[in-house]
């Protein structure tokens, strides 16, 4: 062990990771507040939202590229920091416009924390049980946050002000850096001499740019001209990626890490159980509000609740099943549970009580609890713990790409669910008013604003069933993707920890592959 104090350690990487990962929804339930106090329209609100998870997942790369080159306990306490100073700045803000600019600025400061956090733990937990064991509640702490933001946001609100969502981080972000610099050891990759600048500009241009188009695309359309061609951009500079890290001396991302099997299946079973898991649970508790009435803290009390319990009682136990049943069976059988917790959640109706949903939202937790640490796992250990920047990278990476992909697909499902099975009640609506109404669930009740109560509530009802419809359909479809995901696992990932390609042991000490020490300094 590296350090006497691994498990404190831990404590601060923990911290770290809910300072990231409350910001990417405590904002959610402040939305109307927004609108009130400092006038931002429809555009503004989502992109003060989503300006932080593109600038995240742009930057992810080269913030881990940044975190192997000049030591990765420096780059996260900088990220800790842009993310503090960012946040009371987004409190200040009198307009949108600076408040979307602070937003880009904290997704910065969160893409240089996220990835460092990951590869910390692998250099201070290099037995194989500790180390399972410490990925586990990395995980969790990684859910934690979403989980808790909406809950925290609105309990915020009914004391406060919005700006109380940004200035909540800030001591979080004190206590990480100061017991960061006591407890954590930094470390780097040997054999990042220089950054790759280059690599760093067209990764992060790359990824902006596709998480961008995902975001876009529903609200825009697919086939919207902007659309495609940020598309064809993301594609033209990937490749442009590829090809200049495979000529470069020094790349920012090591591509030959990709040749190894373990982690192919790992990263592409995440992407897509995060994909279906994602959109299952984004339109689950859009059903809650929009089709059951539910207010926006009452819908994340709901799901948040029965998630965050079986995460609790579930994650301490994951490593001994881990260790039990092997990594391909707690990856591909957690996948195979998401399909069947979408399923449950798809009995939902509009006047169906809340157990059913219970049992569904308990059944996706179990099944987070089970495939995330052991794909986790699975992705930092396919490569030295010296080198496993870049792997950390990647494994966040697909989490953020199959969590975007989630929303728009299931969106975009519903949407077609909702239009296929819409019927317009017969209380004297004309063919116009019909047509509008089953365009979507929020302009049936906009036209039936104008109707006496009766053709209203008939109006509103028959929407609210066919908003369901939708749901349902996109619910179906994330469960055969999840299936699809869980067979693809079963057939890559081993069944026990595998040896990273280029021959070292996983559990193998860095300081054993760099007699040198600069592998790993402690300070």
């Known amino acids: 062990m590296h350090t006497p104090r691994p498990w404190w350690a831990l404590v601060v990487l923990c911290i770290s990771l809910v300072v990231v990962t409350i910001q990417t929804s405590i904002l959610n339930v402040a939305l109307p507040s927004l609108v009130r106090d400092i006038g931002a329209d429809d555009a503004e609100l989502q992109w003060i939202v989503d300006s932080y998870i593109v600038a995240f997942a742009g930057v992810l790369l080269t913030g881990a590229a940044l975190a192997d080159r000049f030591g990765r306990r420096g780059v996260m306490m900088a990220g800790l920091v842009l ?26 400061g969160a893409a240089l924390v996220m990835p460092a956090t990951l590869s910390i733990l692998v250099n201070v937990f290099t037995e194989p049980a500790q180390r399972t064991r410490a990925i586990a509640y990395w995980s969790l702490m990684n859910a934690t946050g979403a989980f808790i933001g909406p809950i925290a946001g609105g309990l915020l609100l009914g004391w406060t002000s919005w700006q109380a969502c940004f200035y909540v981080t800030v001591p979080l972000i004190v206590v990480a850096v100061v017991l960061g610099y006591v407890v954590v050891p930094t470390s780097r990759d040997p054999a990042a001499a220089r950054f790759d600048v280059a690599g760093g500009v067209l990764s992060t241009a790359a990824l902006g740019a596709l998480i961008w188009g995902i975001i876009e695309g529903p609200s825009r359309g697919w086939t919207d001209g902007v659309v495609l ?4 951009a993301a594609l033209a500079l990937g490749v442009a990626f590829v090809v200049w890290e495979r000529r ?65 009682l579930v994650v301490p136990r994951t490593p001994w099943l881990i260790e039990r049943f092997g990594t391909r069976v707690m990856v591909s059988g957690g996948i195979a549970l ?40 699975a992705v930092v250990t ?24 989630g ?33 979507s669930l929020t302009d049936a ?31 179906w479809v994330a469960a055969g993707i999840a299936l699809c995901g869980a067979a693809y696992a079963a057939v890559t990932i081993p069944g026990r920890r595998a040896a990273p390609d280029d021959g070292h042991a996983v559990e193998q000490d860095p300081r054993a592959v760099d007699p040198t020490g600069t592998a790993f300094e402690t300070t």
Request: hydrophobic share 55%; net charge neutral; proline share 5%.
């Open 83 to 108: 993310c503090g100073v960012s946040s009371v700045a987004a409190a200040l803000a009198q307009d949108p416009a600076p408040l979307i600019v602070w937003r880009t600025v904290m997704g910065i």
């Open 229 to 232: 061609g940020v598309f064809v």
């Open 248 to 312: 470069t001396a020094a790349p920012m991302l090591d591509l030959t890490i990709f040749a190894n099997r373990q982690l192919r299946g790992a990263t592409v079973a995440l992407t897509v159980a995060f994909l279906a898991m994602t959109g299952g649970m984004y339109l689950a508790g859009l059903a809650l509000q929009l089709a059951k009435g539910y207010t926006p803290l009452a819908a994340a009390v709901a799901i948040s609740v029965p998630v965050t319990v079986v995460n609790f």
């Open 338 to 377: 998401i399909a069947g917790s979408a399923l449950v959640i798809s009995t939902m109706t509009v006047s169906s009580g809340y157990l059913t949903l219970c049992v569904g939202f308990s059944m996706m937790a179990l099944a987070f609890s089970s495939f995330v640490p052991a794909s986790t796992e």
């Open 382 to 405: 396919s490569v030295p713990a010296e080198r496993s920047g870049g792997a950390s990278a990647v494994n966040q990476l697909t989490r953020q790409v199959g969590q975007a992909l």
């Open 407 to 439: 929303v728009a697909l299931g969106g975009a499902l519903t949407a077609v669910g909702y239009s296929a099975s819409f019927t317009a009640p017969d209380r004297g609506l004309s063919p116009a008013a019909a047509d509008a109404a089953g365009s």
């Open 445 to 475: 009740l906009a036209v039936g604003a104008g109707f006496p109560a009766p053709v209203r509530e008939a109006l509103a009802l028959a929407a609210r069933e066919a908003y369901v419809s939708g749901v349902r359909l996109s619910l």
